[in-house]
């Protein structure tokens, strides 16, 4: 299957990420597109990708304070808001029908891999600019839409997780953010970006944060809390 | 007449501003509410309003970014979100009604009292944490409330201004943002912080930024774009 | 008189500057030349002169944060240990002589235009990348060794002044951070960086941070504390 | 053994630290040690190390940006400059004597377990102040001070490595960093402040970075580039 079209600096990156099919191809993933990932190792995900989408959060409002333009601005703030006023308002139901109350979830002690990708992902923004706060946020908002474009429509207990990501919301949430990314590319570095010796370095940003999204899915395999 | 209550920060902040006074009965705030400012300056203020709020909204994403809680995040984002979802277009469309359309808005040179204010507030948010950046935010959000209450009612050309500063929701949003200030300083600093060192360099920060508003008046008043 | 050669991205951005003979043939300068500046002048830039010193060394910490590579750190933070550890102590000494105590130095009001100056050129480095922070520091590190090489050799009561910016070891500091700015964009953006959009946006950093250094002039010819 | 007197901060945090014991007395560093740790697992901390020291520098860097006070920027102005300045060329030095050349030393692969700590302490600066960047740095810098006081006088191939740290240069580094802390500490949150709640988000910073060190030795015994 071909990879979905989120647009040009994805379609680049992602060729040139050594770790991009370890994460999404990963045994995690393929337990949850044939429903035998086992049900705790699926809390433990769950958990730990609450305290992830905090951060994740507080990334693309960086975004927003770091973009350029008005309408960056209003793209960022978008995610931004989606995500804490629907997205992890959600989680915290989906987890309590799961047994775990809020303050289980609020108590969550963060594993190590998980740290390591957001502050990879916050460090990225706040020692960099705009440009390489998205290229290391890409892998997770793009990886995840191409994984659930695969597995879309799979039975199962995680036929839910599939669907949603596979969904038509999120397929045009990844073709937009894939259309912003190119366009603040554009603007600030001329239609022969990949040329220049900064496309190197961006590209070195999305493979780091896919080398660590995959390492995210190992911990959630191996839940040892300092892993 | 008495300043409204947003809160406890709020009270010993503005109390221990020396320029308080001088940014709240401003001359071009007086001609707001007596309706004798000249439609010139008004406009004059209008644009270089737009790119004071530009930066305003960074803020607040900065603020989201540095958030302790869950709550504290969506507090922030919801300021965000309504100023470049709801404010800034507004704002678009009063110009544009005003005569100047939206190219020449974003092209309005920025006076360097916008510069010196907004970078200030931005600058003590990256350099400091939420506290830092909650109490230079302070002026202008809980000012705009406390000149909106005393002003609300005006007749003249001003009134709508006048009315929308005064008005419930605006006055529900300072006493919310008061609210959050509060809640930020008990959390991080107990009930007892007015008595911390600390409590100094917050009220410098909300000190500063107040002279900073007042310098903005004064350019507004005076369209140098160098002052 | 020609402009020193400092580089290339300097003899661009410096062209394109609106404000730089403003700045750099300001009445302030002329009258540190012309040994006509009046001695209370001469005071006031001094004391805004330490606070200003402070911040501007931040901003060099800032920049050595920010570095891409270990020759970039050791050049930042070079320029921060002569900061911190040689000018300001010899300022402070040099102000000690002129009748102000260490501690009427440390207690001196910050001028609005020595905080419009200094808090755009730390935003701008917090908010953007290394680039960003070199574009708006230049104008101050550049600006005064081009003022420099133009007064050294002036008689009066400012000769020491003229002397140690048109000295060699100033030149050389500005030859080394001209060299360091082009080699920064080099690696960055690639040889051919001035044909990029990027290009504009990085000379508007040091346009603005050059009308702010005018201003910064004018504030220390008009001491009011809110100007 | 007693742990060495670095102050009141590091006394508290260090008995709150889960992971204090298993950072200070790892295998790796029990290997230092007894002179057991075999030549090639030092040789990979060697290569992880030069690149945690790039970013651990950078962190030093940012202390001096956020600092509040001359004197506190003069501390970690001094830091860094020996890190940049004196540490690192000798890091070079030594790895090219084991026969890692500088390009290869340069072309490590960092580690997850690196990433996680470095950006861990980066972007807790960048996200907080200046207390909580010291919070995040304090346990490599102490850590390593109490490991050298207790290794000191080993015999074996490590000896250098346990002299340097346990020397009396690196202890008093050592005891002037804990002082650092304690008096920025009280400078903004008064005497009293391990009372408030504050303390506990502070404590908690150094709690993790305490748990990434102990990753950070995991590592260096499990040469994995991804762990």
Chains 1, 2, 3, 4 share one sequence.
């Not at 958990?47 to 951060?55: E, N, S």
């Not at 460090?123 to 908002?141: K, N, W």
């Not at 659930?148 to 669907?163: F, N």
Request: contains cysteine.
């Amino acid at each position: 299957m071909n990879a979905p079209d989120y647009g040009r600096a994805f379609a680049l990156w992602r060729d040139a990420a050594p770790d991009w099919r370890s994460y999404t191809h990963h045994a995690f993933v393929a337990g949850l597109g044939d429903g035998r990932l086992p049900g705790d190792a699926f809390l433990h995900y769950l958990r730990q990708d609450y305290v992830f989408l905090i951060h994740f959060s507080r990334a693309w409002a960086l975004a927003a304070a770091k973009a350029g333009t008005l309408s960056e601005m209003q793209a960022a703030s978008a995610i931004l808001h989606a995500l804490v006023h629907v997205e992890m308002p959600l989680h915290i139901r989906l987890c309590g029908k799961a047994g775990i109350p809020p303050a289980a979830l609020e108590a969550t002690p963060e594993a190590a891999a998980n740290l390591a990708y957001t502050r990879y992902v916050l460090e990225a923004g706040y020692s960099g600019d705009f440009l390489d706060l998205l290229a290391a946020l890409a892998p997770c908002v793009l990886g995840y839409g191409e994984i659930g474009a695969r597995l879309s429509g799979s039975a199962g207990p995680y036929a839910d997780w599939c669907d949603t990501y596979g969904g038509e919301e999120y397929q045009q949430l990844c073709r937009d953010t894939g259309a912003l990314i190119d366009s603040a590319l554009e603007a600030r570095l001329g239609p022969e970006w990949p040329d220049l010796p900064r496309a190197a370095a961006l590209s070195d940003r999305f493979a780091t944060a896919t080398r660590l999204e995959a390492g995210f899915w190992d911990m959630a395999l191996r839940p040892d809390p300092r892993a």
